[in-house]
Nanobody, 122 residues
Framework: VQLQASGGGLVKAGDSLRLSCAASGDGFRNYAMGWFRQAPGKDREFVTA????????HYADSVKGRFTISRDNTKNSVWLQMDALKPEDTAVYYC????????????????WGQGTLVTVSS
């Protein structure tokens, strides 16, 4: 599966942004999907993940209650709704896919999108 992330941009603290990840190729419904982010000078970190059916989701504590992951297997897409953004959310955001269950570990995922930059000004 090939992944294409989009939707990043420059916003102010407190604003919302919605990231999209479009998948091409076969079997999107068989992949758990994750969002990760990497700020300058920092390691890539887990943001959220969703299982294949879409019923179970997982969030990093830093985004819980502010970010929402969702997917539509008929559209081969997953979204990350980000509300109440903070300057510390500034990072390149990546979507990732794997055939196993969702995981918070980046090295678990076999397929990655190219990343989309989110910048949150104070």
């Amino acid at each position: 599966v090939q992944l294409q992330a989009s939707g990043g941009g420059l916003v102010k603290a407190g604003d919302s942004l919605r990231l999209s990840c479009a998948a091409s190729g076969d079997g999107f419904r068989n992949y758990a999907m994750g969002w990760f982010r990497q700020a300058p000078g920092k390691d890539r970190e887990f943001v959220t993940a969703i299982e294949q059916s879409g019923f179970k989701t997982h969030y990093a504590d830093s985004v819980k209650g502010r970010f929402t992951i969702s997917r539509d297997n008929t559209k081969n897409s997953v979204w990350l709704q980000m509300d109440a953004l903070k300057p510390e959310d500034t990072a390149v955001y990546y979507c990732a896919a794997d055939l196993g269950p969702p995981s918070p570990y980046a090295n678990y995922y076999q397929h990655w999108g190219q990343g989309t930059l989110v910048t949150v000004s104070s």
